[in-house]
């Protein structure tokens, strides 16, 4: 993901759990294989900070951010468009 300066209106490390979470998710072992998937944002995640995070990885080449029902996304990534 792109480092970028958040702005004031949250914090820096809600934005750093946010990304931690979702790297966590995409680096696992199976996430890798089928190369999408879907997440939803955490009570205790700021909103700022999860949509900032959302639009980062959504400007990132190659990847594809689908807005669900309810608040998820899914991401997908190479192999995804070829399904």
Same mark, same amino acid.
Not at 2 to 30: F, H
Not at 67 to 83: Q, S, T
């Given at each position: 993901?792109?480092?970028?300066?958040?702005?004031?209106?949250?914090?820096?490390?809600?934005?750093?759990?946010?990304?931690?979470?979702?790297?966590?998710? +995409?680096?696992? $072992? *199976?996430?890798?294989? =089928?190369? !999408?998937?879907?997440?939803?944002?955490?009570?205790?995640?700021?909103?700022?900070?999860?949509?900032?995070?959302?639009?980062?990885?959504?400007?990132?080449?190659?990847?594809? +951010?689908?807005? $669900? *029902?309810?608040?998820? =996304?899914? !991401?997908?990534?190479?192999?995804?468009?070829?399904?």
């Amino acid at each position: 993901m792109p480092s970028t300066a958040t702005p004031a209106i949250y914090s820096q490390e809600s934005y750093k759990l946010v990304v931690r979470r979702i790297q966590r998710l +995409i680096t696992s $072992l *199976d996430v890798q294989k =089928v190369q !999408i998937v879907t997440v939803n944002r955490k009570d205790y995640e700021s909103l700022e900070a999860w949509h900032q995070v959302i639009q980062e990885i959504g400007e990132t080449s190659g990847v594809d +951010i689908q807005h $669900l *029902d309810g608040g998820a =996304v899914r !991401i997908g990534w190479r192999g995804y468009y070829e399904v």
